[in-house]
Nanobody, 124 residues
Framework: QGQMVESGGGLVQAGGSLRLSCDAS????????MGWFRQAPGKGREFVAS????????YYAESVKGRFTISRDNARNMVYLQMNSLNPEDTAVYYC?????????????????WGQGTQVTVSS
């Protein structure tokens, strides 16, 4: 199985927006929950958002709720993260991943097929 390929990161001023994309064409994500995580320097990988296969259910970390929106296009094997009202605390490498079968948690260990990530830097 292949890895995810994240893109769309960059440098943005506080208050700005970015849209991250995850190309999951390298693997089968049918019926799988997809998630976004992030890792800031010196910190662990933390959950940001997840979305079910149908897209009918989404979950967010409290720190991003109301600012970030996760979505997916199953026909294109793509997952997106729209990030608005960015602040310097959102600076991190962002990763998308696929939740393991039979897993129900939101820990990094519940997900696999990690990509290389995309850097998001928010300046104050």
């Amino acid at each position: 199985q292949g890895q995810m390929v994240e893109s769309g990161g960059g440098l943005v001023q506080a208050g700005g927006s970015l849209r991250l994309s995850c190309d999951a064409s390298g693997r089968t994500i049918t019926s799988r929950v997809m998630g976004w995580f992030r890792q800031a320097p010196g910190k662990g990988r933390e959950f940001v958002a997840s979305i079910t296969w149908s897209g009918s259910s989404t979950y967010y970390a409290e720190s991003v709720k109301g600012r970030f929106t996760i979505s997916r296009d199953n026909a294109r094997n793509m997952v997106y993260l729209q990030m608005n009202s960015l602040n310097p605390e959102d600076t991190a490498v962002y990763y998308c991943a696929c939740r393991r079968p039979f897993s129900t948690g939101a820990r990094a260990s519940d997900f696999d097929s990690w990509g290389q990530g995309t850097q998001v830097t928010v300046s104050s």
